[in-house]
């Protein structure tokens, strides 16, 4: 099959969109199919796989709380037609109800249209008032893809459409044979977080927490990987005293972080509006216990005391909840072990090779006209 997956988000940038998308191209390339991803121009994005196109330029903007991204340009529309003209078979659109190369895809395609929603809400106003205008969009897509219940709870109030969850994945094998690096690999305990830094994934809670392990005596250092407009301010909140044990790395692609995971003895990760959790899934797979936000997100991957904790962070402000479960497993290897071999027999049932067969199985039901139909949409 000649198939294209169009995601505004995308690398440099790191995040469970980008992540879902690289791995999905790898996978379908290693079963002879003909991939294509197309996305926009964005700082630091110097050298990219040979299958991928980009067009436009890439700005951030600042929008519920969070940074996001759109696509400028001109003649993006008219490209879009071109590239896509007699093209490709399925056309997959990532967060397809976004601006602008989402929207702008479904417009311009063709081919049979699969969309897949990977944000957490429960409701929108700017859905609300723009439900008329974006029907016609949903109804280009011939499947409509949740990775989660959680990821469609929002979406299905306000949209018709042939819904369904096909969940998010994690390279196993990637992860589990990661090496310890180096630098990290001299008997002290690693505290890693990994994620965009943005509001909403608590890069904040993070280090407020992680310096409260500290003041109560626990010997950690943290590792932060990720990177953004915010890291001046993040860098900022680390005291004086404790800087030299905070490392924040920068951007790691997919390739090299499983060597990060592996010098990892605890992820944290207090992410709010999480719709999967698919960096606690890579965590596990690499054998890390894990401190997480309590969200439907991560309530689809982990369970509060079998992979590690679960935190309610919104009742926690100062992260001293946040702090205490973090400690209570840095300090008892046991527990720690525990969790860890729970999380890897998690995350092996997440394997792309799993859930990249579940998506072409859908791609080739599309395709022979067999099961989801327009009806379906309208009775969903």
């Known amino acids: 099959m000649r198939i294209a997956l169009i995601a505004e988000d995308y690398y440099p940038q790191l995040g469970g969109v980008p992540e879902h998308v690289h791995n999905l191209a790898l996978q379908f390339r290693a079963r002879g199919h003909d991939v294509t991803v197309v996305t926009s121009n964005m ?56 601006p602008t190369l989402p929207l702008l895809a479904l417009r311009s395609s063709d081919a049979v249209n699969v969309g897949t929603f990977h944000s957490a809400f429960d409701r929108s106003l700017l859905l609300a008032l723009a439900r008329r205008r974006l029907q016609p969009y949903v109804d280009r897509l011939h499947a409509a893809v949740g990775v989660s219940d ?49 509001p909403r994934n608590g890069v904040d809670r993070v280090i407020r927490a992680w310096v409260r392990v500290r003041r109560l005596g626990t010997d ?47 992820l944290l990760c207090p992410a709010v509006g999480g719709t999967f959790g698919i960096i606690v899934l890579e965590a596990m797979a690499a054998g890390c216990a894990v401190v997480a936000a309590d969200t439907p997100g991560f309530r689809n991957v982990m369970q509060d005391g079998v992979e590690g904790h679960l935190v309610d962070v919104s009742s926690d402000p100062a992260s001293t909840e946040l702090a205490r479960c973090a400690n209570r497993l840095l300090v008892d290897e ?25 998506v072409l199985a859908l791609y080739a039901r599309l395709r022979g006209g067999g099961s989801e139909s327009q009806s379906t949409a309208r009775s969903a």
């Not at 949209?159 to 992860?175: K, M």
């Open 150 to 198: 959680t990821a469609l709870t929002g979406v299905r109030r306000y949209f018709r459409a042939p819904w369904q969850v096909i969940p998010n994945g994690v390279d196993v094998a990637a992860f589990s044979s990661g090496r310890r690096r180096p630098e990290f690999d001299d008997g002290r305990l690693n505290v890693l977080h990994v994620g965009r830094f943005d």
């Open 220 to 266: 950690a250092r943290l590792i932060v990987i990720g990177d953004g407009p915010l890291r001046p301010r993040y860098e900022a909140m680390v005291p004086s005293d404790l800087r030299a044990d905070v490392h924040f790395v920068g951007f790691v692609p997919g390739s090299e972080r499983g060597s990060y995971y592996a010098s990892g003895d605890l």
């Open 43 to 98: 700082e630091g994005a110097h050298r990219d796989d040979d299958f991928v196109r980009r067009v436009g330029r890439s700005v951030i903007i600042y929008a519920n709380g969070g940074v996001a991204r759109i696509t400028v340009g001109r003649r993006l529309q008219q490209r879009l037609e071109a590239l896509f003209r007699d093209s490709f078979d399925v056309v997959h659109v990532h967060s397809p109800l976004m």
């Open 334 to 358: 046991a527990a720690r072990r525990r969790c860890a071999e729970a999380g890897r027999r998690t995350a092996a049932r997440f394997d792309w090779s799993v859930v990249s067969d579940q």
